[in-house]
């Protein structure tokens, strides 16, 4: 009697651990589909597939080192001190899911109830650019890290403003990221026709006095669409110039990088200046406090920089892009008001020079006129910092072009403010109840009170995601407006629309019955007259 009720109780345990271990097509494909795959799939920027069960199993060991350490996805911000716009991240309950399913020997469980396989076509976002190029076919020339600049002329006859930029890279093992300059001095022209190769090889910038910087490209960045009122100004007749981060290792391979953008010739549109506001020069309004920027050998060292606002205007912060190069630690960056009062921007607290690019902040920051804003940025230049070039016999480390050399850059995406914009929002999301989230089907709501302050159309996170019936929408509109609801496939199809209906101003829900729905991943998109916005959902 004995053995059959422990036998019975055994069977019981086993049951009850098997229905709580998750499994690849329940629990982890989904967790993969909406968070990894975008950039972990054949011909993706990032190495290794994870589309299908047998790729996961085959990298489980590395997803699950690097769910630990934190390096996946890729998002070097530290999320307590400012949340931004469309962050890469895992929540605590997505986490010890793929952590548990590492453990319990990564079971696939009924692959029949897994979401379909998400399909990437690469294929551009922009279809219709008012410029797009591509750069000559390029034949990596040196195994070492090379940045090699690539100067497209704009053709324009007058002045424009980009609202859309697209890159997409050529070849995805080799191209690392890519920044985008203008140049209106004719001066990178020139270095491109002296140079035999396609494009000409510059370490840091582009070797011209005062480029304009446009924006860029790093591994799982979207194509990026400003807010509808602005743009960032395109001088007529400048050079586009690319500059490309071919890593180690990549002697012989070639690549043809592309670029797509949008431009308007809309006058009234807002500037979006970028400039590095917060910098390692030793005068100036943005300049170090305890420069020159000079690290010795086996020294760790810290420098500040501060930016005076003494214009007789405000500014309002769109995004930030701190930057630094192998041997930078950390970089914490900040504004301080008459009264010390503190506005928190961005804090980087382990400097990774393999993961950097521009981060828009969730909504508008104001940065009143008389407030100053710091950076402050650590350097380890010790055998102890495992990125040290030379960290077997360290050597003294300053300011220069070359990647062995060091910066310290803060750039800003900014405006002359105007009235309101502190209250402009980019992104809802409420990033602090999603890190807290108990299972898949959590419903997030926004905590932003938006009523009568904000002057574009919003879509929230949408709900239940994934879904197998019906998906929930709600949305705001800042005045009675026509609207038309559509949803397409990642291939870009329409899938179902609905015709273009009256909705007051104020909160509006509604939803989509997706019965029938193949498995997979899904764009709904919300339009009215001036505003497009769009949230991604799962059908299981």
Request: hydrophobic fraction near 35%; proline fraction near 7%.
């Amino acid at each position: 009697m004995r053995i059959v009720t422990s036998l019975l109780l055994f069977l019981l345990l086993s049951n009850v651990l098997d229905a709580t271990t998750p499994t690849w097509a329940k629990d982890i494909a989904p967790i993969l589909y909406s968070k990894c795959t975008a950039c972990h799939h054949p011909g993706g920027a990032g190495h290794g597939s994870l589309i299908t069960y047998d790729d996961a199993l085959s990298l489980s060991s590395s997803i699950e080192y690097k769910v630990i350490s934190g390096q996946m996805p890729p998002w070097p911000p530290d999320r307590t001190y400012r949340h931004f716009a469309d962050e890469r991240f895992l929540s605590n309950y997505q986490k010890q899911a793929i952590l548990d399913w590492v453990t319990a020997g990564a079971p696939s469980g009924d692959t029949t109830l897994a979401p379909a396989k998400p399909v990437y076509t690469n294929s551009a976002f922009i279809t219709s650019p008012d410029f797009t190029a591509t750069i000559p076919t390029y034949a990596v020339t040196s195994n070492s890290d090379i940045y090699q600049c690539f100067v497209l002329p704009s053709g324009l006859s007058v002045n424009e403003f980009i609202t859309s930029m697209e890159i997409i890279p050529g070849n995805t093992e080799i191209v690392h990221h890519v920044l985008v300059y203008q140049d209106t001095t004719g001066i990178a022209r020139q270095k491109d026709i002296a140079d035999p190769n396609p494009g000409y090889t510059n370490f840091g910038g582009i070797g011209v006095s005062n480029p304009i910087l446009l924006g860029g490209w790093v591994p799982g960045q979207r194509p990026y669409t400003y807010p509808s009122t602005m743009g960032v100004k395109l001088y007529k007749n400048a050079d586009i110039v690319l500059q490309i981060h071919y890593p180690r290792n990549s002697l012989g391979k070639v690549d043809s990088t592309k670029i797509n953008l949008k431009l308007s010739t809309n006058t009234g549109l807002r500037n979006i200046m970028v400039q590095p506001l917060l910098n390692h020069t030793n005068s100036g309004p943005g300049s170090l406090i305890n420069g020159p920027l000079v690290i010795p050998a086996n020294a760790v060292k810290s420098f500040t920089s501060k930016f005076n606002n003494t214009f007789p205007v405000d500014f309002s912060l769109l995004s930030i892009a701190p930057h630094m190069h192998l041997i930078g630690k950390s970089m914490i960056c900040y504004a301080v008001g008459p009264t010390n009062d503190t506005i928190p921007l961005i804090n980087i607290k382990d400097w990774n020079f393999e993961w950097q690019g521009f981060y828009t902040f969730q909504r508008l920051i104001r940065i009143p006129s008389g407030y100053k804003a710091y950076a402050t940025a650590v350097y380890d230049n010790t055998a102890n910092n495992p990125r040290n070039p030379n960290k077997s016999n360290p050597v003294q480390v300053k300011v220069g072009e070359a990647t062995t050399d060091e910066m310290m850059l803060c750039y800003f995406n900014f405006l002359i403010a105007e009235p309101g914009d502190e209250n402009f929002v980019i992104d809802s999301t409420d990033y602090a109840k999603l890190d807290t989230m108990q299972g898949p089907n959590d419903t997030v709501a926004t905590s932003i009170n938006l009523s009568g302050i904000v002057s574009t159309a919003q879509l929230y996170a949408l709900y239940p995601n994934p879904t197998s019936n019906v998906i929930n929408a709600r949305f705001f509109l800042p005045v009675n407006s026509q609207v038309s609801i559509a949803i397409f496939d990642l291939n870009g199809k329409l899938i179902a629309e609905e015709k273009v209906k009256s909705y007051n101003g104020g909160f509006n829900e509604f939803n989509v019955d997706v019965k029938g729905y193949a498995k997979g991943e899904y764009i709904l998109q919300l339009k009215n007259e001036k505003t497009i916005r769009r949230q991604s959902f799962i059908v299981n």
